[in-house]
C-alpha cells in the first residue's frame, strides 16, 4: 500500500488524544502505511518592511511513523488567505449566508499565493506512488497548483463543509477559477448526498460538464470522480472515553446535580452556523409554552469560543450572552438557573459523561457540513434508558440520522414543541430510536469512512503523465 500524504489547514499530532477532529479520523490509516501530514505551522511571521510576503520556514517532526511538517505564514498570507479568503468569504457562502461575506479584492490574490506556497514546499517532499489527500475549503487549488509543477500522483479531496447551490457558489468571486481547479484531483468527496448533487448541478450547470455512463464528470479535458462519504465517529473510542474513571465520575456528578431536573445539552463551537441564538429562542418558548418545565429544564450550553479575529463572530458572541442572560433573568429562581452558558472549550474527556447525564441533545445548526457532536451525542446514551436527539434537518448527519427529531431550527415554535417531545418521550420510543442510531453510526464510523474514501481513490486508474501537460498548458489562467 503506498504512503499516505495528507494535506491540511493546521495538523495535529495523532499521537495525542486531545488532538480530536481529523487526527483521530486518520491516525488509524496514518500509523499503518506512515505517513506524512503537511499545513500551515499556526506561526504568523511578520511582513518584511516594504510589504512583499516573505518565504514561509518549514518545520519537521516525527510522530511515530508519521512525518508532520508544517510551514510558517507571513502576516499578509495570513490575513488574506485564512481570516480573509478561506473563513470571511468561503465559509459564509458555503453556509448559504451571502449577508455575511466580505468580498474584498485581494483576499482571492492571497489564497493562491498560499495555495502556491504549500504546492512548492511538498512537491520536493512527495515519493511518486504516494497518495495524497487534502483537506477542507482552505486548499480548494492545490491539486491544480502540484499539478502545474509536474505531479501525477493520485490526489483526492474531501469537502467538511456544505456544498451550496450552484447560484450561491455564484457569488464566490472567481467562482469559475475554484471550480476549475477541483478538476484537476482524481476524487472529490462531499458529506452527503444532497451536496453531492449541488455539486452535480454545478458543474453542469457552470461548466457543461458532462457526466460519462460510469458517473464521472469530464470538463475542461480532465475527468473527476465525485461521491458522498459522510464522516463518522471513532464509535468505541467514544463508548472507552465514557468508560474512564474520569468519564464515569463526570456522568455521576451530573447525575447527581441534576437529579431533580430535565437536563438538556448542546456542545458547539461558537459560530453563526450552528444556530445558537435560534436554539436559545426555541428553549424559551418551551419554558413558556409548556410551563411544566419551569425549576425543572436546565440547558447546559458549552460553545467554545473560535475565530474571533473574524467580525461576524463577535456579533454571535454578544447576542448569545444577552439572550441567555436575558432568559436566566426572565425565568430563573433561587434555587434554579434555566441556563448555564459556558464560553470555553470543555475537556473531550469530560463530553461523554455530560451527554449521557442528557436528557435531550440540542444540535440545530442553520447550516453543517455533517455535525459529529450528534453522533457523539448518540454514542454516550446508556442504550437502556437513552437520551433523545433533536436534530436539524439542515445539518449533513440528519441524510443518516432519520430517528432523531428533524426540526426545521429557523421554526421556533415547532422546535420548541419537538424538544418537549423528546422530553416526555416515553422509554420504548427512546429505546428503539437510539437501536436504530446507534446501528447506524456503528455501520458508517470514522474507520469506515477514511478506509472507503482511500479504497475509491486507490482504486481509480493513475493519471496519465499526458494531463500534466494539460494543466502546464493552463498555467497562466490559474496564476
Ligand atoms: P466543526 O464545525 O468544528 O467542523 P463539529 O462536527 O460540530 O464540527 O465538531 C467537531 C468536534 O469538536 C467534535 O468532536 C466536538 O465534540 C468538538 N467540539 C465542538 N464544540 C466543542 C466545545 N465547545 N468544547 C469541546 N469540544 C467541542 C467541520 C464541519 C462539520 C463537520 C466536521 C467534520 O463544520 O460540519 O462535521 O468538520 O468533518
Redesign the pocket.
Known amino acids: 500500500m503506498s504512503r499516505l500524504v495528507i494535506v491540511s489547514n493546521r495538523v495535529a499530532d495523532p499521537r495525542k488524544p486531545a488532538a480530536?477532529?481529523?487526527a483521530?479520523?486518520l491516525g488509524e490509516s496514518m500509523k499503518k502505511t506512515g505517513a506524512l501530514w503537511f499545513g500551515w505551522s499556526g506561526k504568523i511571521v511578520e511582513t518584511a518592511a516594504g510589504g512583499v510576503p516573505g518565504e514561509g520556514e518549514l518545520h519537521t517532526q516525527k510522530a511515530g511513523n508519521v512525518t508532520l511538517v508544517t510551514v510558517d505564514l507571513c502576516r499578509q498570507d495570513h490575513d488574506a488567505y485564512y481570516l480573509g479568503y478561506s473563513n470571511d468569504v468561503l465559509w459564509p457562502v458555503f453556509?448559504y449566508r451571502l449577508d455575511l461575506g466580505n468580498y474584498e479584492p485581494g483576499f482571492a490574490a492571497g489564497y493562491r499565493r498560499v495555495n502556491e506556497l504549500f504546492a512548492r514546499k511538498l512537491l520536493p517532499l512527495l515519493k511518486p506512488d504516494d497518495t495524497i489527500w487534502v483537506h477542507?475549503y482552505h486548499l480548494i487549488p492545490l491539486a491544480a497548483r502540484l499539478r502545474a509543477l509536474g505531479c501525477t500522483n493520485r490526489i483526492g479531496f474531501?469537502l467538511?463543509?456544505?456544498m451550496p447551490p450552484p447560484l450561491i457558489m455564484a457569488a464566490i468571486p472567481q467562482q469559475d477559477w475554484l471550480m476549475r481547479t477541483l478538476f484537476d484531483y482524481d476524487l472529490v468527496g462531499f458529506?452527503s448526498e444532497a451536496d453531492l448533487l449541488n455539486f452535480s448541478h454545478y458543474v453542469q450547470s457552470e461548466a457543461q460538464a458532462e457526466v460519462l455512463p460510469d458517473g464521472r464528470y469530464r470538463a475542461f479535458n480532465r475527468t473527476l470522480q465525485a461521491g458522498a462519504f459522510p464522516?463518522g465517529?471513532d464509535v468505541d473510542e467514544f463508548a472507552r472515553m465514557a468508560d474512564t474513571r474520569e468519564g464515569r465520575q463526570m456522568f455521576q456528578r451530573m447525575r447527581k446535580e441534576y437529579s431533580r431536573r430535565q437536563l438538556l445539552v448542546g456542545?458547539?463551537?461558537?459560530?453563526y452556523?450552528?444556530g445558537l441564538p435560534q436554539r436559545i429562542r426555541a428553549f424559551r418558548e418551551l419554558l413558556v409554552r409548556y410551563p411544566e418545565n419551569l425549576n425543572s429544564a436546565t440547558l447546559i450550553q458549552?460553545?467554545?469560543p473560535?475565530r474571533e479575529d473574524v467580525d461576524a463572530y463577535a456579533d454571535i458572541r454578544d447576542e448569545m450572552a444577552n439572550l441567555c442572560g436575558a432568559i436566566n433573568g426572565d425565568f430563573g429562581e433561587l434555587d434554579w438557573m434555566p441556563i448555564r452558558y459556558?464560553h470555553?472549550?470543555?475537556?473531550?474527556k469530560?463530553?461523554p459523561g455530560l451527554y449521557r447525564a442528557s436528557r435531550v441533545g440540542l444540535?440545530t445548526?442553520l447550516r453543517?457540513?455533517?455535525?459529529?457532536?450528534?453522533?457523539?451525542f448518540i454514542a454516550a446514551q446508556d442504550p437502556a434508558d437513552p437520551g433523545v436527539l433533536v436534530l436539524s434537518r439542515f445539518?449533513?448527519?440528519a441524510e443518516q440520522l432519520k430517528e432523531a427529531l428533524l426540526v426545521n431550527p429557523y421554526d421556533i415554535e415547532r422546535t420548541a414543541q419537538a424538544i418537549q417531545q423528546a422530553l416526555q418521550m416515553p422509554l420504548d420510543e427512546r429505546r428503539n430510536r437510539h437501536q436504530a442510531l446507534l446501528r447506524r453510526i456503528k455501520e458508517q464510523d470514522v474507520h469506515w469512512w477514511c478506509e472507503t474514501f482511500l479504497a475509491t481513490l486507490q482504486n481509480l486508474e493513475p493519471r496519465a503523465p499526458q494531463c500534466n501537460r494539460v494543466a502546464c498548458r493552463v498555467k497562466p489562467m490559474l496564476v
Do not use: C, Y
Open positions: 480530536g477532529g481529523l483521530v479520523a453556509h477542507d474531501f467538511h463543509i456544505p458529506q464522516i465517529i456542545v458547539d463551537r461558537l459560530d452556523s450552528k458549552i460553545a467554545s473560535s459556558i470555553r472549550t470543555v475537556a473531550r469530560r463530553l444540535v445548526p453543517d457540513g455533517m455535525n459529529l457532536v450528534a453522533k457523539e445539518a449533513g448527519a
